[in-house]
């Protein structure tokens, strides 16, 4: 009789990157993912050889996981024998190797780089938002003459932050534009050099905001026989700075709506939101998405971080100046953990519409 494999086996593509530990961590007790092969470029006999200049990694790791060999990148084959489908942290000039690599042997792939944001046969998902862009994927495979394999983007935590309170509004009453100022925590972003962020303010450059701005219009697109259409309908603004916080992202968000509305109204508007991970009931998609609290001091990382949770969004500090303009402020985590709750909430998504391949034992 053959045997029953219980959960679905995931590759790690760059095991030195912070969110692979975490995904590592997370993976060891998820009901519809186990860890399949680390890879890394090198390799190396053991996990605990490769982290042997930063003993402090392996900390929270199992013991079996510590000795796990970790695979050269360039062995597939190897890779693909192991695991259904994997995850990469690769960062941009690798993943544009390598990601469509594994695919290309049959593997989904499902990409935390931003390397393939603009590719409009890929899709870039915030799974609250935009699930019906997994849709293209058959376009990707004809396109790329993938047989089984794809690429499939997450979208940046700057999406998640900016556009799940944006959405539902979006959707109800329509947007012509939004403006957003970011302050992004020291562990959303690469380090700062010395002390230069100590008592001190970072603008992030023009082109990294550009970069999100035509991720936001998207994420708001629609799917097309070419691929993804980006929105033509809003006007984007954004300005980014590097804060002195450990975590966190805020943002102050100001909206111009379609159609006149009321402050009580909005507020249903966000009560009531949920996406398809909440109405799937999907392991770690927050329920509620969005936490509201109306005192004027609010959102602060160091009170609120704690009490929302990796996915959830802070909405503060609202305001109406007119029927028609909306002022508020949000905030979420950016840490490497919440990023691996975002791709495992992507990976079981995509498993609920029928993208990766269902273990006998994982119902949804």
């Known amino acids: 009789m053959a045997s029953v494999r219980p959960r679905l086996r995931v590759g790690i593509l ?29 390799g190396s006999e053991s996990l605990a050889v490769l982290y042997a200049n930063h003993l402090s990694l392996l900390d929270p790791l199992d013991k079996n996981v510590r000795s796990q060999r970790v695979q050269r990148i360039e062995k597939i084959r190897v890779v693909q024998e192991e695991c259904d489908l994997v995850f990469s942290t690769l960062e941009t000039k690798s993943a544009a190797l390598w990601e469509p690599a594994y695919a290309k042997h049959g593997l989904p792939v499902l990409s935390a780089s931003n390397n393939f944001r603009r590719e409009p046969d890929i899709p870039v998902v915030c799974p609250e938002i935009n699930p019906h862009h997994l849709d293209i994927l058959s376009l990707q495979q004809k396109k790329r003459g993938y047989a089984s394999g794809f690429v499939c983007a997450l979208a940046s935590q700057m999406v998640r932050a900016a556009l799940l309170p944006v959405f539902p509004l979006y959707r109800d009453f329509g947007l012509t534009e939004a403006s957003f100022t970011a302050m992004i925590g020291m562990q959303s972003q690469p380090p700062v050099f010395g002390m230069d962020i100590v008592n001190n303010l970072i603008p992030l450059s023009l082109s990294v905001g550009n970069d999100y701005a035509l991720e936001f219009l998207r994420i708001f697109g629609q799917p097309t026989r070419d691929g993804i259409s980006p929105a033509s309908d809003i006007q984007i603004n954004l300005s980014l700075w590097q804060v002195p916080i450990q975590n966190g992202i805020v943002l102050d968000h100001h909206l111009s709506l379609s159609n006149n509305t009321t402050r009580v109204e909005v507020e249903e508007c966000w009560s009531e939101f949920s996406g398809q991970p909440q109405v799937l009931q999907l392991p770690m998609a927050p329920n509620p998405v969005l936490l509201q609290n109306r005192f004027p001091d609010r959102p602060q990382p160091a009170l609120d971080l704690n009490t929302i949770g990796d996915l959830a969004v802070y909405i503060g500090q609202t305001r109406m100046p007119q029927a028609q303009t909306l002022r508020l402020s949000s905030l979420i985590s ?17 498993l609920a519409r029928g993208w990766l391949p269902e273990a006998e034992d994982v119902r949804l």
């Open 14 to 42: 760059g095991v030195m990157n912070p969110l692979a530990r975490e995904l590592i961590r997370s993976l060891s007790h998820h009901p519809f993912f186990c860890l399949g092969s680390l890879v890394e470029f090198g």
């Open 334 to 350: 950016g840490s490497s953990e919440s990023r691996a709750s975002e791709l495992l909430l992507l990976a079981s998504l995509m």
